[in-house]
C-alpha cells in the first residue's frame, strides 16, 4: 500500500523510447516569423536587349546569299530571348532600313536565325554591301 500511495505521489517514470504506430509523421510546431518584404528597395531590372545586344552577326552563308540576291532578304544571328519586334526596331535602327516581315527560327545548335526581308524601297544587295557581308 505503501509503494502505491508514493508512486501516486511522485508519478510513474516510463524510461525508453516510444513505438511509432503510425504510418504518418507530423513535423512539429516550429516558430514561424514573418517575411521580409526584400523585392521594394531592389533596384528595377534594366532591360538587358538594346539594338546592339539583339543582333549577334550577319550571316554570310552561300544560302543567305542566295537570299540577299534572289528575295531580298537578310539573314542574322540574334539573340535567343529576342522577338520578331526588337529584331525589327534593332535591324530598322542600325542599318536605316525598313521591313516587310521578320521569319525567326532555332537551329539545333541553339542558335536564333531571323530571315528580314526588306521593303521594295531597299534592295538587300546594298545593304549587305554597307554592313561588310559580301
Known amino acids: ?52 545586344s539583339v543582333i549577334k552577326y550577319p550571316l554570310t552563308t552561300e544560302s543567305s546569299m542566295k537570299l540577299i540576291e534572289d528575295s531580298n532578304t537578310l539573314v542574322f544571328i540574334v539573340d535567343i530571348k529576342s522577338n520578331k519586334r526588337q529584331i525589327r526596331s534593332a535591324v530598322g535602327d542600325m542599318y536605316n532600313i525598313e521591313c516587310d516581315k521578320v521569319n525567326t527560327l532555332i537551329t539545333p545548335k541553339g542558335l536564333k536565325k531571323a530571315y528580314v526581308k526588306l521593303s521594295k524601297d531597299y534592295d538587300a544587295l546594298d545593304v549587305a554591301n554597307r554592313v561588310g557581308v559580301i
Not at 500511495?5 to 516510444?18: D, E, F, H, Y
Not at 516558430?31 to 523585392?39: F, G
Open 1 to 52: 500500500a505503501t509503494s502505491v500511495a508514493k508512486s501516486l505521489t511522485k508519478g510513474i517514470s516510463k524510461k525508453g523510447t516510444r513505438i511509432h504506430t503510425g504510418v504518418h509523421f507530423y513535423r512539429g510546431k516550429t516558430v514561424d516569423l514573418p517575411r521580409s518584404n526584400k523585392a521594394s528597395k531592389s533596384v528595377p531590372k534594366k532591360n538587358t536587349l538594346d539594338k546592339y
